[in-house]
């Protein structure tokens, strides 16, 4: 079966530091992988998605994809309080989520 | 406004009263989704829908129904309630999800919190 790994946190950074957020995966057979972002009681957002191994960048968002690992990585440049929430990475076919990553963005 | 609308927001209920959460796209989206979240759980899926008439269990189906007679909604129905399905529900759902190459974006519904007693 497949799964998706994430440590659970929380990440505590200082505002304006570089957030890390990782996760694996058990199958090969997922070829495109997204995050989500879910503030508490809402229902998760799309952040980034991606399907090539290497990085993607999007503002102060990038994500990083590593197939030969079986790893994707989330990194928030420049943290704000605002990013403070639970990250989700998924695989898809069909689409499941790891448990999610807790970030608290510390002014 | 392209959107996913489920409901209720919130809903209490007694243990055995039969519910059903109604969730509509207006995406004209092929696929469709229930998940529950549970705190240290994260996200599981309960079932799942490709198409019209197509449905397929998820990680945690027992207890739920569903339906796709239609392509814009999904309702999920728990005929007999219990206190352990008590959890935050989300519906989604997304263009297409055929194909491992395929990278459509899942739209999520805001959520139903169901509380059994």
């Known amino acids: 079966q497949k799964e998706v790994e994430q440590n659970s946190g929380p990440l505590s950074v200082p505002e304006g530091a570089i957030a890390s957020l990782n996760c694996t995966y058990s199958d090969r057979v997922s070829q495109s992988f997204f995050w989500y972002r879910q503030y508490s009681g809402k229902s998760p957002e799309l952040i980034m998605s991606?399907?090539?191994?290497g990085d993607k960048e999007d503002g102060r968002f990038t994500a990083q994809l590593n197939k030969a690992s079986q790893y994707v990585s989330l990194l928030i440049r420049d943290s704000q309080p605002s990013d403070s929430a639970t990250y989700l990475c998924?695989?898809?076919?069909?689409?499941?989520f790891g448990k999610g990553t807790r970030l608290s963005v510390i002014a | 406004e392209a959107q996913v609308t489920q409901n209720p927001r919130y809903l209490i209920t007694v243990t055995g009263k039969k519910l059903t959460v109604t969730c509509s796209q207006n995406m004209n989206h092929e696929y469709m989704s229930w998940y529950r979240q549970d705190p240290g759980l994260g996200l599981r899926q309960i079932y799942y829908s490709m198409n019209v008439e197509v449905t397929d269990k998820g990680d945690v189906p027992e207890g739920y129904k569903v339906s796709r007679k239609e392509k814009r909604n999904f309702p999920l129905i728990l005929e007999s309630p219990s206190p352990n399905q008590t959890s935050l529900y989300f519906c989604a759902s997304s263009l297409s999800l055929l194909s491992p190459q395929s990278n459509e974006k899942l739209f999520f519904g805001s959520g139903t919190q169901l509380s059994v007693l």
């Open positions: 991606i399907y090539s191994n």
């Open positions: 998924a695989g898809n076919t069909p689409l499941v």
